[in-house]
């Protein structure tokens, strides 16, 4: 039967590269992000491929997630996979020059935000004792590295609340995974430098990123498998990469 899926942060990189997957294989899709153009281009041409809808909302705002999601068309109400890919890292800097804003951000978006979405569609799911969440985490959420302090904090809490619902939803069922990207050619450390394309673009000069289709790739495996297959965890580096500090530029 043909499944739902449910993109947070699909206007850009992976998630975007999810979705287009997704619908290449045939999964009706609701497509989530604060940029409605983004959104509204992605619906039109995905919609060659199969059932797609839009929600424009931020996930920090928790009665915009909660109206949102109460909003779903019918044929979108009844949700199977659930994808916690919306999240950034702002700044990069010291624990003590860093700023409060910038930390804001990162708790209420990558932590808070994920909440706010699986708190609303968690309770379908462990209804009908069936569902699937993924969530992309970091190897920020592995390791810590310099300057990197509140957003490995933020994926740290990604990793245990993966493993939290493991635990709380093994009853009920229902499939949860994480994935933990190393470096990925997106729009990520964009935001992190906040519009500054040079210093952005440097992160990823002299070696092959992983790109986000390669992690969009792995995010279908792993829904992919058969029922009583979950996979728990995995961890993705460029082969640049071996850890967050230790890569082979050329
Ligand atoms: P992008 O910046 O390309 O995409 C981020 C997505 O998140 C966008 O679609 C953006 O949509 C959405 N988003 C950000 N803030 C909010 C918000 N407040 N409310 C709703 N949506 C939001 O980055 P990536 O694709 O690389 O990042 C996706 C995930 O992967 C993140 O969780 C990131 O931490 C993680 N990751 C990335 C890595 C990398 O190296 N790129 C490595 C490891 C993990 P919009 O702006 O339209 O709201
Ligand atoms: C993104 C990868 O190394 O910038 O989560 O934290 S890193």
């Given at each position: 039967m043909k499944q739902t899926a449910f993109i947070t942060g699909?206007?850009?990189?992976i998630g975007k590269a999810t979705a287009e997957i997704f619908a290449k294989n045939n999964i009706r899709l609701i497509l989530c992000g604060r940029r409605t153009d983004r959104l509204t281009k992605l619906k039109e041409e995905l919609s060659k491929l199969t059932e797609v809808t839009t929600l424009q909302f931020d996930v920090s705002d928790r009665t915009s997630v909660e109206t949102a999601i109460n909003s779903l068309p019918e044929n979108f109400k009844k949700i199977d996979i659930l994808i916690n890919n919306a999240g950034n890292a702002h700044g990069l800097s010291s624990i003590q020059d860093g700023s409060i804003d910038d930390w804001d951000a990162m708790i209420d978006i990558n932590v808070k935000g994920l909440l706010y979405v699986s708190k609303a569609i968690i309770p379908q799911m462990t209804d009908r004792n069936n569902g699937f969440i993924v969530n992309i985490g970091s190897i920020a959420g592995k390791d810590v590295y310099p300057n990197g302090n509140v957003y490995c904090a933020s994926k740290h809490a990604v990793n245990a609340l993966n493993k939290a619902m493991r635990i709380d939803l093994n009853k009920h069922n229902i499939r949860v995974s994480a994935i933990h990207p190393g470096?990925?050619?997106?729009e990520f450390s964009e935001v992190r430098f906040k519009g500054d394309t040079e210093k952005a673009k440097s992160v990823y000069a002299g070696y092959k990123a992983l790109q986000a289709d390669d992690i969009a790739d792995i995010i279908y495996f792993v829904i992919s498998?058969?029922?009583?297959?979950?996979?728990?965890d995995l961890v993705v580096y460029p082969?640049?990469?071996?850890?967050?500090?230790?890569l082979n530029r050329n």
């Open positions: 699909a206007t850009s990189g470096a990925v050619e997106t498998r058969p029922y009583h297959v979950n996979i728990e082969t640049a990469q071996a850890t967050p500090t230790i």
